[in-house]
């Protein structure tokens, strides 16, 4: 078997599924900016899901399950089953009241029962147990009531027909965690449409279904090898859309947080197609707008993989790198917070292949007007481990910081900041006498350098854009009316330097 | 300008190589491979003017070779080479050359990055259509090809967007291979390239022979149209349209239709919400007889979806819907078989629902006629005009006019003119404003008098609103109706009023004044702007809010030119002269400028 999963918890409420833990995403400044913006009026709730029922049967209560000789049993268990697959409108509140109540304490029971009753899961009650859960969870999920829905400002959207869903989730839970559960009985239903159809579900507004959806995946995942492959490459479809197409899904932190597991069992050395997930999907996830939703979870992917093989170190920082935010400070701490969770695990031999493009990019940040970024990137030099493969590669992360950070520290607006710079670049002092000196001296010559350097550039450019201008005329010397219109475009284009 | 360097360029810089030793290729790769992003994105979005500094030849020998090996730039820096490459074809030698810049692009046609990639099709398209045929069978299919069986979906999904450009010009037997190679893309394993094929494929149809169309496009319609993700069978109904297009109706009936149908009513309700937003287009595609029999059933489903997206994705088709159907029975059909349901719409729960109809069920009006539309339009709109939502009554109130073509603005003024007077005084100031800008029409059709008695203290009132954008309006307004009365109705009804304001305690309306001086003096003329409104003007100088004192200033520079030279010496100048020594800059300032551009200095 080439994956395992850890073993499985004890199960219990869908707040403590038997994940690796998780710590909670951090916000950044501290304070939440929901007051600051209004509620929005709401509109009515919608739901997809009440429109196929046609002609609504009237439900009348069935005798007990613990009431009946075992005889009987499981033909009541079917009839129960039946009752609970007739739908109801949850929009309108007060509409039969009775069968609601019904539904509703057959699903307890239902739930009491296969959670506590040994030798109830035989063979003919899965397609029925199936049919049930199928018919109330699968729907098409309502369109959001807010189309600028923000995970991390608004209220989400709650599904109004939870009374019965949650039941029936938590009877789905409990039949799947059930010792009496066959998987090799269940897989004939339980198929790779059924996922699919599960995986939708994760866009849900509603925290409480996506909770539920989050243990029940993990358990289909950890009972139904046959099925892993598919829910792996489903979920990297889900990540995919979700970067390139639509920006918005609902369950991304649920989903990777059921991949943090998949990940932390995966056997080494590690398949091709597990390391393409990690270049090719957790990588690019890192450029999504709305990272802060499920960064905790996603930074905890990344480092699982790189615990699994140092190797994959260089193919992360540069990916890293390459998505670092330009404009969203927010963002760019949480980027280095990364960067430091890596740096703690990460290798001296992989260090040495991406120090110097990781320090530029460390000095950039230091050089940020945001002091929140130009803080975190300067916390660096706080980590031990980290100030020891500084120390131990000085000669080449000196340099590449060395310019900016001498910079900065004469022209940053924040005094904190500046004398954050001041012990760093104490600490560079002591580390390497030698080497400091040699590039305080150099810098000021470095800086007339590259004046002269952007001053022979733009003679570059203008000597390009006189050739260019007399090609032009070479080739329509004859017409004289285009070369007119040319000029004064020619003139703001060159102007660049 | 790339688009500058282009054509025609490329030939005679072949020919007149003679100082290229001045830029070594060396010195410019430099510039593009900067270590500042910035600076190698300047350098690259000149790469024109690189490749002719290179000439012809080395362009295509050595600088297309450095830029397809150094692909793995900045996104941005991508994109920008994406574009300029699909203007290149003159730079590296015209059509005979255009190949080679396939690999740097075939290379960024397989980048993560949407953007990147898109581009990187949008330039391979227009470069196809520079290949000679041979050149295009020679090297451009082959690069479709080999997106098209690119192991990430990235090259996939970029390939479905060159099938169409290559087809027509292809020979039969290749165009077997294209159409293969569409075919096993429609039923790829990732959805993100079935949705990719799934909407190149009413393109793809069009410039296929109609026996292919049937056999083939037909039945990968069918396929996407049952897709197990609805993000795929949404797109199926877009290319419907396209493919509805080219068959008979016989062969729509039996090939298109079964599964339009189904789409209309399908469990999801994006795919209805495609089905609704397509309509018209859907509706011109099919004729007139399925129309009838299929659509107008379809859509009255759609008007009462439990969606509300749906219904007011269908709501917003109400008009063209109706506009396009076949003149003779029209009138029937739609007091038969629509109207009833738009009136279900009018009460709708949802508000986007009822502005979605309020935009466009003025519309009706011009189709159903005068009699019909006061009988059965004009209880709707007066319900709308009502309505708790200002979107509803803002959208209805925006449309007036086409029914006032229909049925006069007389029959108009005695239904709407009370709801329009109590719309007046809205809560909402876009719904004042979408009022004030209709009253100079309905002021011209009511006569002065009829406006005098109804509508002129509204006018007036809305001078004084709390919000600006209202009172500017209103300034606007009260111009547009004096260029409609004339002067002596502005000197009688409005100027004095106007001028009163001048001594209001709160300086927003004293500086309302301004405003509506500014933009009466010219329709008023010089008498009028002398006598009366220069004299409070020129009072209003010695205002202690600067606010006024610089609008003074501007007011004098706006009326100045209709003044004669009398007045300017003697009285306005020596009060500008006064407010250029004001303590406040921006009193000085305007005073100035004032004085220099009436040249009183």
């Known amino acids: 078997m080439e994956t395992k999963l850890p073993p499985a918890s004890t199960p219990g409420s869908p707040s403590s599924p038997g994940l690796s833990p998780v710590p909670p995403p951090d916000k950044v400044d501290g304070f939440s900016r929901r007051s600051l913006r209004r509620a929005r009026p709401r509109r009515s709730h919608s739901s997809s899901q009440f429109r196929y029922q046609s002609n609504q049967q009237e439900l009348t209560p069935l005798p007990l399950l613990k009431d009946v000789p075992a005889s009987e049993l499981h033909e009541l268990l079917s009839r129960k089953l039946a009752q609970c697959g007739v739908m109801f409108d949850f929009l309108d509140c007060v509409a039969d009241l009775k069968g609601k109540e019904v539904k509703r304490a057959a699903l307890n029971e239902l739930v009491e029962c296969v959670g506590s009753t040994r030798g109830v899961l035989i063979e003919p009650v899965y397609p029925d147990i199936i049919r049930m859960i199928s018919v109330n969870i699968f729907r098409t999920l309502p369109p959001s009531e807010n189309p600028e829905f923000d995970p991390e400002e608004d209220e989400p959207n709650l599904e109004p027909s ?9 009877f789905f839970l409990r039949f799947l965690e059930s010792p009496d559960f066959q998987p090799s009985v269940a897989k004939r239903y339980v198929d790779q449409k059924f996922v699919l159809m599960l995986l939708e579900l994760f866009d849900s507004e509603d925290p409480r279904e996506r909770e539920y959806l989050k243990t029940i995946l993990h358990r289909v995942y950890g009972k139904f090898l046959g099925l892993r492959a598919y829910i792996r490459k489903q979920c990297s479809h889900i990540f995919l859309r979700f970067i390139y197409e639509l920006e918005h899904f609902n369950g991304v932190a649920e989903l990777l947080e059921i991949l943090g597991s998949i990940i932390n069992g995966f056997a080494l050395p590690l398949k091709t197609e597990h390391k393409q997930f990690l270049v090719r999907v957790l990588i690019p996830l890192h450029s999504v707008k709305s990272l802060s939703v499920f960064h905790a979870q996603l930074a905890y992917c990344v480092v699982q993989f790189l615990e699994k093989d140092a190797t994959l170190t260089e193919h992360v920082i540069r990916g890293l790198l390459k998505y670092w935010p330009k404009t969203c400070t927010q963002k760019e701490v949480m980027f280095l917070g990364e960067m430091e969770e890596i740096l703690d695990v990460i290798e001296p031999s992989q260090f040495v292949k991406i120090q110097e493009p990781l320090f530029k990019q460390v000095a950039r940040c230091v050089s940020s007007p ?23 590669n000085c000669h080449t992360v000196l340099p590449a910081v060395f310019g900016t950070l001498y910079q900065v520290s004469k022209e940053h607006w924040n005094q904190t900041i500046v004398s954050l710079i001041y012990n760093v670049l104490k600490t560079f002092m002591e580390m390497n006498g030698k080497l400091f000196d040699e590039l305080t001296a150099s810098y000021k010559l470095e800086k007339q350098q590259e004046q002269q350097k952007a001053q022979e550039r733009q003679e570059l450019w203008q000597g390009l854009e006189e050739l260019r201008l007399r090609r032009l005329q070479g080739t329509q010397g004859a017409k004289e009316v285009p070369l007119q219109r040319l000029t004064p475009q020619v003139a703001t284009g060159g102007g660049q330097s | 300008m790339a688009g500058v360097a282009g054509p025609g360029t490329g030939q005679g810089a072949a020919g007149g190589d003679g100082d290229d030793s001045l830029y070594p290729i060396a010195v410019l790769i430099d510039e593009l491979r900067n270590e500042d992003v910035q600076l190698r994105l300047n350098s690259i ?70 953007v990147v990639r898109d581009k990187a099709v ?101 396929n996407l149209a049952s897709d197990e993700q609805d993000s795929v069978r949404l797109l199926a109904v877009e290319a419907c349209v396209s493919i509805a297009q080219l068959l008979s109706e016989d062969d729509l009936e039996a090939l298109v239709m079964p599964t339009l149908r189904q789409a209309a009513e399908d469990k999801s309700w994006r795919v209805r919400y495609m089905v609704a937003d397509k309509f018209s287009e859907l509706q011109k595609a099919v004729g007139p007889k399925i129309t009838l ?53 009018v009460s709708d729960t949802n508000q986007h629902v009822k502005s979605a109809l309020a935009s466009v069920i003025m519309g009706l009006s011009t ?85 005098d008695e109804k ?20 300034t606007h307004n009260l111009m547009k109706l004096v260029q409609k009365f ?58 202690q809010v600067a606010n006024v004192r610089f609008n003074v200033a501007k007011s004098l520079q706006k009326i100045g030119p209709i003044l004669d030279t009398d007045a300017l010496q003697e009285e306005v100048k020596p009060v500008l002269q006064k407010l250029g020594q004001d303590e406040d800059v921006d009193v000085k300032y305007f005073a100035q400028e004032a004085i220099s551009v009436l040249a009183l200095a």
């Open chain 2, 122 to 222: 949008e330039s391979l398209r227009q470069i196809s259509q520079e290949h000679t045929p041979v050149a295009l069978e020679a090297h451009f299919v082959p690069l479709v090809k080999r997106l098209a069986s690119g192991d990430w979906f990235t090259s996939r999904t970029s390939a479905c967007g060159l099938f169409s450009v290559c087809y027509p010009r292809a020979s039969h037997a290749v165009k077997a291979e294209i159409r293969q190679h569409f075919r096993s893309l429609c039923s790829d394993d990732t959805p993100m390239v079935r949705r990719a094929a799934a909407s190149k494929l009413g393109e793809f149809a069009k410039v296929l022979e109609l026996d292919s169309v049937k056999s083939e496009i037909v039945p990968l319609f069918t």
């Open chain 2, 45 to 114: 979005k000149k790469l024109s003017t690189i490749a002719l500094a290179l000439g012809v030849e080395r362009t295509r020998t050595e600088l297309l070779p450095f830029l397809t090996d150094t692909i793995y730039d900045e996104d941005e820096v991508l994109l920008a080479l994406a574009e300029q490459l699909g203007n290149f074809t003159g730079l590296v030698g015209g059509p005979d050359f255009a190949h080679c810049l396939l690999p740097p692009l075939e290379s960024l046609a397989t980048v993560e990055e949407t």
């Open chain 2, 367 to 451: 189709i159903l006629g005068k009699g019909n539309t006061i009988e059965h339009l004009l209880p709707l709109f007066l319900a709308q005009l009502k309505d708790e939502c200002p979107e509803v009554r803002l959208n209805i109130i925006s449309n007036l006019d086409c029914v006032n073509e229909v049925i006069g603005i007389r029959q108009l003024s005695q239904s709407l003119l009370p709801a329009i007077v109590e719309l007046a005084e809205d809560a909402k100031w876009r719904v004042r404003l979408a009022i004030i800008e209709y009253m100079p029409l309905l002021a011209g059709q009511l006569g002065v008098e009829f406006f």
């Open chain 2, 455 to 474: 509508l002129n203290s509204l006018c007036m009132a809305w001078l004084v609103d709390h919000v600006h954008a209202i009172r500017e309006a209103a």
């Open chain 2, 486 to 543: 004339g002067k002596e109705w502005a000197q009688n009804t409005i100027v004095p009023k106007v001028l009163v304001m001048a001594n209001d305690p709160n300086y927003l309306h004293r500086m309302t004044t301004l405003f509506c001086i500014n933009a009466l003096s010219e329709a008023c003329g010089q008498e009028i702007t002398t006598k009366q409104m220069l004299p409070v003007v020129l009072k209003m100088a010695r205002d």
């Open chain 2, 293 to 345: 029999n299929d659509l107008i059933p379809a859509f009255q489903n759609l008007l009462k979806d439990c969606e509300a997206e749906v219904r007011a994705a269908a709501a917003h088709k109400v008009k063209e819907l109706c506009e396009n159907l076949p003149m003779e029975g029209r009138e029937t059909i739609i007091m038969n078989q629509i109207l009833p349901y738009i009136k279900e719409l």
């Open chain 1, 162 to 170: 939870w009374p019965h869903l949650q039941l029936v989730y938590e």
């Open chain 1, 370 to 392: 945001h002091f929140q970024v130009a803080e975190r990137a300067l916390y660096f030099w706080n980590n031990e481990y980290i100030l020891s493969l500084i120390e131990d």
